[in-house]
């Protein structure tokens, strides 16, 4: 029971609001009668101000209680709104000594006050409210952990004492109660949404939902979550994306299409890792990834424009220039760079395995050459890109849905977006022939055991809509919780998703933020 966990003080604010319902004053009433915000109130004062009208501003107001000062004939309180900070003020003259009691007897930082009256300018020139009449709206039974503001030079500093990631990603309600810029941070969330959206509608596109259960996972290179429908008997999976069914909608006419919903992967976690995250994919006809990528730069630094009013971005430490065009930068070329390993020459296994040997370095025997490639470049190139790169032209062992580079049969037209060493999004000109699509299932099938990522089921379904045709098709996938992430400057996944998935209580959740637990 809440009440058996309850500390003395605790107890103190349950024994207030069980004392107010004794004298008939319900501690959670059903309605508010708030009529506009703090920051509208003061708005309107100070242009009946400027306008020199003697008409008094009175507004009901309503928020949470946030500072707390009674001096016997007076009192003064802080309330915070969606909106922001304003002060209350309350006489013995306008309210009478019971009800000035009644405040500082009953009232406690964290409660939800509803406060009307008239605004005014005190001496010290704070817009405040002088309070007429008030009344409980929520007594907090839990007191919120207290802040503090200090100045520096002129500036406003908050210190929080809800530091510990561990706490506030569990309580993310008291989490946002206390850090304004928590609260910052998701509504600049909301905005990258919107700008994605109207960057798209601009461009044509059409924004469609596609089936979140699956009888056939697919589209991405990742382990899926199982779960079975009871009436029909039939195991389903949460989605890992939503590429197969948005490119059967291209072969249905629909020639730009987007989709900005969850998915969902059996996969470990990290700063940049949840099981759960919002993805935005689109695809578009008779293009291919050139466009895309074409599209893609001009869709980001739009984004960054909107929500963060700049192309200029700090991030982990760096400076990003997210202004078009980006570099773009093919993984044979990146690797000679950066390894002097040139993987057109070394085009087998047998030889990059006895290359990799020569080095020292460690690989799965039972791994295909393609996936050798994407082992070294990973660990040795991904890294390195710090600026915006499109990071070209990827093996065909591990790209089953792209098109083959002409003239390179091991190699597909897929690009990755890397911004300071983190993928940012994936994209392929998309392969459309269906008996090419087939064989590439079937080796995936041979090549990969059930527990590889890499790992792609047969989706006959989608081979029967690229047999009914679907033309030259661009596609993209990008994470939008990493792109959260870049434009507002947070390292982890987990200050950017409202409620993270984390390990039990107790076991360490916020270990994997380490940008090490890759």
Same mark, same amino acid.
């Given at each position: 029971m809440l009440e058996e966990e309850f500390s003395e003080l605790e107890m103190n604010r349950l024994e207030k609001a069980r004392r107010l319902r004794a004298e008939g004053l319900e501690p959670y009433p059903i309605l508010s009668e708030r009529d506009t915000s703090s920051q509208e109130a003061i708005a309107a004062f100070e242009a009946a101000e400027v306008a020199g009208s003697a008409e008094p501003v009175e507004v009901t107001l309503a928020g949470r209680i946030r500072?707390?000062?009674?001096?016997?004939?007076?009192?003064? $309180?802080?309330?915070?709104?969606?909106?922001?900070?304003?002060q209350l003020f309350f006489r013995v003259d306008e309210l009478g000594q019971e009800q000035l009691d009644a405040f500082a007897r009953n009232f406690d930082l964290g409660d939800f006050i509803e406060a009307r009256g008239t605004m005014f300018r005190t001496r010290r020139g704070e817009v405040t409210l002088q309070v007429? $009449?008030?009344?409980?709206?929520?007594?907090?039974?839990? $007191?919120?952990?207290?802040?503090?503001?200090?100045?520096?030079?002129? =500036?406003?500093?908050?210190?929080?004492?809800?530091?510990?990631?561990?706490?506030?990603?569990?309580?993310?309600y008291v989490d946002l109660a206390v850090n304004p810029q928590v609260r910052e941070t998701f509504k600049l969330r909301a905005?990258? =949404?919107?700008?994605?959206?109207?960057?798209? #509608?601009?461009?044509?596109?059409?924004?469609?939902?596609?089936?979140?259960? +699956?009888?056939?996972?697919?589209?991405?290179?990742? %382990?899926?979550?199982?779960t079975y429908h009871n009436q029909l008997k039939q195991q389903l999976y949460l989605r890992i994306s939503f590429e197969l069914y948005l490119k059967r909608l291209i072969a249905g006419g629909m020639e730009r299409v987007y989709e900005i919903g969850r998915d969902f992967r059996n996969e470990g976690v990290s700063f940049k890792h949840n099981p759960e995250f919002t +993805?935005?994919?689109?695809?578009?006809?008779?293009? #291919?990834?050139?466009? =895309?990528?074409d599209l893609v730069e001009r869709m980001v630094s739009f984004t960054a424009q909107?929500?963060?009013?700049?192309?200029?971005?700090?991030? %982990?430490?760096?400076?990003?220039?997210?202004?078009?065009?980006?570099? %773009?930068?093919?993984?044979?070329?990146g690797l000679l760079e950066q390894l002097g390993l040139d993987i057109y020459e070394l085009d087998s296994f047998d030889k990059l395995a006895a290359w990799m040997d020569a080095k020292g370095m460690k690989y799965d025997p039972?791994?295909?050459?393609?996936?050798? =490639?994407?082992?070294?470049?990973?660990?040795?190139?991904?890294?390195?890109?710090? +600026?915006?790169?499109?990071?070209?032209?990827?093996?065909?062992?591990?790209?089953?849905?792209?098109?083959?580079v002409p003239g390179k049969p091991q190699m597909t037209e897929r690009f990755e977006i890397f911004v300071a060493g983190m993928e940012l999004g994936n994209a392929f000109s998309e392969l459309n022939d269906?008996?090419?699509?087939?064989?590439?299932?079937?080796?995936?099938?041979?090549?990969?055991?059930?527990?590889?990522?890499?790992?792609?089921?047969? #989706?006959?379904?989608?081979? %029967? $809509?690229?047999?009914?045709?679907?033309?030259?098709?661009?596609?993209?996938?990008?994470?939008?919780?990493?792109?959260?992430?870049?434009?507002?400057?947070?390292a982890s996944i987990r200050e950017v998703i409202l409620f993270p998935h984390l390990r039990e209580s107790g076991s360490g959740a916020a270990e994997a933020d380490a940008p090490e637990a890759q």
């Open positions: 500072a707390i000062r009674n001096m016997g004939k007076l009192s003064f $309180a802080h309330i915070e709104d969606g909106s922001g900070k304003v007429s $009449a008030f009344k409980m709206l929520a007594k907090a039974l839990l $007191a919120l952990p207290a802040d503090k503001d200090e100045q520096f030079n002129g =500036v406003t500093v908050r210190h929080s004492v809800l530091t510990d990631p561990e706490t506030r990603y569990r309580q993310r905005k990258t =949404v919107r700008a994605l959206q109207e960057f798209l #509608d601009g461009e044509g596109f059409i924004e469609v939902e596609t089936p979140i259960l +699956q009888p056939i996972y697919g589209g991405a290179a990742a %382990r899926p979550f199982t +993805q935005l994919e689109f695809y578009m006809a008779y293009a #291919d990834y050139h466009k =895309v990528m909107k929500v963060a009013g700049t192309q200029k971005l700090k991030f %982990r430490g760096h400076e990003l220039d997210l202004t078009p065009p980006w570099r %773009r930068l093919s993984i044979r070329d039972a791994a295909p050459w393609g996936k050798l =490639v994407s082992q070294l470049q990973e660990e040795y190139l991904e890294p390195k890109l710090i +600026q915006p790169t499109f990071l070209c032209d990827y093996p065909r062992d591990v790209s089953p849905l792209a098109k083959q269906p008996m090419e699509q087939e064989q590439r299932f079937l080796e995936m099938g041979r090549e990969y055991t059930e527990k590889d990522e890499e790992h792609h089921p047969m #989706d006959e379904d989608y081979l %029967r $809509a690229l047999a009914y045709g679907m033309p030259p098709t661009g596609g993209f996938g990008m994470g939008v919780d990493r792109l959260v992430m870049l434009l507002t400057n947070n």
